[in-house]
T-cell receptor, first 119, second 111 residues
Framework: NAGVMQNPRHLVRRRGQEARLRCSPMKGHSHVYWYRQLPEEGLKFMVYLQKENIIDESGMPKERFSAEFPKEGPSILRIQQVVRGDSAAYFC?????????????????FGEGSRLTVL | DAKTTQPNSMESNEEEPVHLPCNHSTISGTDYIHWYRQLPSQGPEYVIHGLTSNVNNRMASLAIAEDRKSSTLILHRATLRDAAVYYCILRDGGSQGNLIFGKGTKLSVKP
């Protein structure tokens, strides 16, 4: 059973360009979470999605950032008009459907991250 | 989710036990205590969790104080691969939302 897959692992963009980060959750998981980790800092929650729904986006910057988790395909974190301050590692995590073991552990399964560098 | 307090850093010698403390004095009755760790350049990984009783798994043990206001993650024999940042996180048992990560404890393991 493959783990959470994120791509690209490394992405370089110039200021003003767009960055798209993809996350394929573990098989059978319908909940996806995105976190951002700035250099030498802890993980900050950004957004929590279920299939076709945004459940909690309280950690998302109000502008330039958006996320989706369509019925088919991976979850996408999109950053428009990137700035140097967007340089960070972006981690995706997934969890199974509540009631199917989720509440037993509350475990989130994390991917290896996508490292964005803005020049 | 209630807050936790951990030391910023700890050191251990290889093959010795490590006790990583966590204070959570405002824990509520339905909060589970979760531990994750993040190895360098990797995503966090689940270590262990518990509610009231001490817990053991293949990675570690979790000792929970009787009043639940503190807990200790125990690595029985530290290896170099255990060098990581360890996060103690409280999560309401009824919550479907995200985990709130603090600064964690950076564990260094000396050969």
């Amino acid at each position: 059973n493959a783990g959470v897959m994120q791509n690209p692992r490394h992405l370089v963009r110039r200021r003003g360009q767009e960055a798209r980060l993809r996350c394929s959750p573990m098989k059978g998981h319908s909940h996806v979470y995105w976190y951002r980790q700035l250099p030498e800092e802890g993980l900050k929650f950004m957004v929590y999605l279920q299939k076709e729904n945004i459940i909690d986006e309280s950690g998302m910057p109000k502008e330039r950032f958006s996320a989706e988790f369509p019925k088919e395909g991976p979850s996408i974190l999109r950053i428009q008009q990137v700035v140097r301050g967007d340089s960070a590692a972006y981690f995706c995590a997934s969890s199974p459907i509540p009631g199917q073991g989720y509440m037993d552990t509350g475990e989130l399964f994390f991917g290896e991250g996508s490292r964005l560098t803005v020049l | 989710d209630a807050k936790t307090t951990q030391p910023n850093s700890m050191e251990s010698n290889e093959e010795e036990p490590v006790h990583l403390p966590c204070n959570h004095s405002t824990i509520s009755g339905t909060d589970y205590i979760h531990w994750y760790r993040q190895l360098p350049s990797q995503g966090p990984e689940y270590v262990i969790h518990g509610l009231t009783s001490n817990v053991n798994n293949r990675m570690a043990s979790l000792a929970i104080a009787e009043d639940r206001k503190s807990s200790t993650l125990i690595l029985h024999r530290a290896t170099l691969r255990d060098a990581a940042v360890y996060y103690c996180i409280l999560r309401d048992g009824g919550s479907q939302g995200n985990l709130i990560f603090g600064k964690g404890t950076k564990l260094s393991v000396k050969p």
